[in-house]
């Protein structure tokens, strides 16, 4: 069957640095997303990966592995705004989105 | 965890034809559920909110008559894209949100192309 692993939940401090990881076992692969949601709100985009390597955008950063089937979003200098949840998907081979269940990130002061 | 599925998979259909989507939430009641769609390589767009019972409401530039949203029961949306053009293929996604409102649920999503 089709899989994407990542943490139900993390915890940060503000100003500081977390990586979200990802696994995936599906059936192909054609590009990994991250997702940010604040409670009660649409997902917003953060990053597509399609090849090996990193992606850096700001404070985001994103990784990706298709050898291993692994991602991770870096988030740096973390701030209290960040507190939400972090959507990893994988388009498979079929071009359906596979979702995993996303990662609450609790930011403390 | 919760399950949201979505009815078709992927749909293929001709140029001024109508398709209809299908989204349920299989093990939980969802009072709001949520239209996306996604170009390749492009960010989820929400198209519109459906709440049970009540008129969906469409974000700026989501044609309602284009997009006919009917959300009948706690369980089931759908979206019917209206004399589809290729301009429509799209990936389609619905999500949906418990009666908690705590957190939302996504669908596998519908691929519909349009020749």
């Known amino acids: 069957g089709q899989n994407i692993d990542q943490p139900t939940e993390m915890t940060a401090t503000e100003g500081a640095i977390v990586q979200i990881n990802c696994t995936y076992q599906?059936?192909?692969?054609?590009?990994l997303f991250w997702y940010q949601q604040h409670a009660g709100e649409a997902p917003t985009f953060l990053s597509y990966?399609?090849l090996d390597g990193l992606e850096e955008k700001g404070r985001f950063s994103s990784f990706l592995s298709r050898s291993k089937g692994y991602s991770y979003l870096l988030l740096k200098e973390l701030q209290m705004k960040d507190s939400a949840s972090y959507l990893c998907?994988?388009?498979?081979?079929?071009?359906?989105?596979?979702w995993g269940a996303g990662t609450k990130l609790i930011i403390k002061p | 965890g919760a399950v949201v599925s979505q009815h078709p998979s992927w749909v293929i259909c001709k140029s001024g034809t109508s398709v209809k989507i299908e989204c349920r939430s299989l093990?939980?009641?969802?009072?709001?559920m949520f239209w996306y769609r996604q170009f390749p390589k492009q960010s989820l767009m929400l198209m519109a909110t459906?709440?049970?019972?009540?008129?969906?409401?469409?974000e700026q530039g989501v044609e309602k008559d284009k997009f006919l949203i009917n959300h009948a029961s706690l369980t089931l949306s759908t979206l019917t894209v209206t004399s589809a053009h290729p301009e429509d293929s799209s990936f389609y996604i619905c999500?949906?949100?418990?009666?908690?409102?705590?957190?939302?649920?996504f669908g596998p999503g519908t691929r519909l192309t349009v020749l």
């Open positions: 990966n399609v």
């Open positions: 998907a994988v388009i498979d081979s079929n071009y359906q989105l596979i």
């Open positions: 599906t059936s192909g692969f054609n590009g």
């Open positions: 999500s949906a949100r418990d009666l908690r409102g705590n957190e939302q649920f």
């Open positions: 459906s709440n049970e019972g009540s008129k969906a409401t469409y």
């Open positions: 093990d939980f009641q969802a009072t709001t």
